[in-house]
């Protein structure tokens, strides 16, 4: 199921901006934000959202009839920090992706301010992962404080499977055009991801383990076209 939301949300991003009735413009522009991002761990894992940050460059072709596409080659932050409540231990794993949204740009209003909706498939590779903690995490099944709780922590130690993940991603803002070849936007995005980072074959412990991410970014368009 999770292949076939990708493919037609894939196929939906295509179709939308097939249509080439109208004289295109081209834009390309730069974007940076923050992250914030879990893994949907199943069994549950006890978490907090973990921050980060995203950047990366834009492209797009819209049509003078309110829709079009953008493509992104972004780098972003992801990964989980777990719940370690009422304790001063800390633990946080993030992974570093290199990502490639392709997305339906559906937008309204006038010359000024336009909102915008985007929507569409999404493929990354991740560069890198590191964990930040501040107690011996390969040791927690010997500590009293995880002896005497029952959540999971498995994953603290668990080898990465996929370092190549597919989503979908939409989001939604607004965009101010300073003059005719001149824009700054703002758009909240989320992301869902439907590939598994750690295994998850049957005897193994999370039967699932994808990203979910949201970030809030503000970008720069400068119009080619």
């Known amino acids: 199921m999770r292949r076939i939301a990708f493919i037609l949300t894939a196929i939906a991003a ?8 109208y004289e295109g413009q081209i834009s390309v522009g730069g974007k940076g934000g923050v992250s914030l991002s879990r893994v ?3 069994p549950g894992v006890e978490q907090i959202m973990l921050p980060g940050m995203t950047a990366g460059v834009m492209f797009r072709y819209i049509e003078e009839k309110h829709f079009g596409l953008i493509a992104e080659l972004n780098m972003t932050q992801r990964g989980w920090k777990e719940n370690l409540e009422e304790s001063d231990y800390k633990y946080s794993h993030r992974f570093t992706y290199l990502e490639l949204p392709i997305m ?5 209003g006038n010359q000024r301010i336009k909102g915008f909706f985007n929507l569409g498939p999404e493929i990354n590779v991740m560069l890198g992962n590191g964990i930040k903690s501040n107690f011996a995490y390969q040791d927690a099944a010997d500590m009293k404080y995880f002896i005497n709780d029952t959540r999971h922590i498995e994953q603290m130690t668990m080898d990465i499977k996929n370092r190549f993940d597919y989503g979908i991603c939409g989001g939604a803002g607004m965009e101010i055009n300073l003059n005719a070849k001149h824009s700054l936007l703002l758009e909240g995005r989320f992301y869902y991801g439907l590939t598994d980072v750690f295994p998850n074959h049957k005897t193994d412990i999370f039967s699932s383990s994808n ?4 970030t809030v970014t503000l970008g720069y368009f400068y119009r080619l076209k």
């Open 14 to 21: 295509l179709l939308a901006t097939a249509q080439t009735h």
């Open 40 to 42: 949907n761990f199943n």
């Open 104 to 108: 339906t740009h559906i937008f309204f």
């Open 211 to 214: 990203s979910m991410t949201v």
